[in-house]
């Protein structure tokens, strides 16, 4: 059941809720790689979302790792970080080839990264992004204290929803690598400065909205409540699926009596 759960939350909140850093550079790479690099990168991803659950079910789990995240030192290091992504995503020039007997060029894919640099890029990507952690933490408290979970059930939980959001990520990729053949070099420039400007802003949301967090107690209000919005989905389904369950076992007793 929480297997189940899992998969259903994950891609769920992966088609949803995932709209950071990590995807706007998926898309960006799988498009300039194509689709076996792109998912080198989800891959660098998904490792970085299991190494912050475990951290979070274990080591770090009796710390108040909330106020830790939403430090503003915290969050300039995380912004820097990505700024710096973005802003070698806004000067990355497309690799061109001639179209024979046109005089025209063709974007080409670039083929001198290995799969295990964009493995340690979307790593790196998704584990200096604070919100990234909040996002974690949240979940992980949420279960904590409102669902009554063994230690068992939530690993398997936590196995089910990461299954399905690298999974959700690998579909993104292969839409985003058939794109190819509709860019040029010309295109895909204009889309990596796109892309880094994308990047850019986010840091400088992530800097700001740590700030504001810590001056203005309206805004840490509403921030707290929008951090909570992919917990619910995770209450809805498992509320849900209980109340199936229950009733097919319902049914299932009133037979066997019968």
């Given amino acids: 059941m929480e297997l189940l759960i899992g998969i259903l939350c ?5 088609l949803f809720f995932s709209f950071g850093p990590a995807f706007f550079s998926l898309i960006q790479n799988s498009i300039n790689y194509g689709f076996r690099k792109g998912v080198a990168f989800v891959i660098g991803i998904a490792a970085s979302d299991m190494m912050i659950v475990f951290l979070m079910l274990t080591i770090l789990k009796n710390m108040d790792m909330s106020a830790t995240l939403h430090n503003v030192y915290v969050a300039t290091i995380g912004a820097i970080a990505i700024a710096g992504f973005g802003i070698y995503t806004f000067r990355r020039k497309a690799l061109t080839a001639n179209v024979e007997g046109s005089g025209q060029k063709r974007f080409q894919a670039e083929e001198n990264v290995r799969g295990r640099q964009m493995m340690l890029h979307g790593f790196l990507l998704n584990s200096i992004n604070p919100t990234i ?31 399905a959001n690298m999974s959700v990520d690998i579909l993104k990729c292969r839409l985003s690598a058939m794109m190819q053949s509709w860019f040029t070099a010309k295109v895909l420039n204009v889309f990596n400065k796109v892309t880094g400007t994308i990047l850019i802003g986010i840091a400088i949301y992530i800097f700001v909205s740590m700030i504001l967090y810590q001056t203005n107690d309206d805004i840490r209000q509403k921030q707290q409540e929008s951090e909570t919005q992919g917990t619910r989905i995770i209450q809805t389904l498992h509320d849900h699926m209980n109340r199936d369950s229950s009733s097919t076992k ?9």
């Fill in 250 to 258: 319902r049914a299932d007793d009133t037979l066997y009596l019968e």
């Fill in 10 to 14: 994950g891609a769920a909140l992966s």
């Fill in 133 to 163: 952690w909040i996002w974690w933490v949240t979940i992980i408290t949420f279960l904590s204290a409102e669902m009554d979970l063994s230690s068992t059930e939530r690993y398997t939980f936590f196995a089910g929803l990461l299954l």
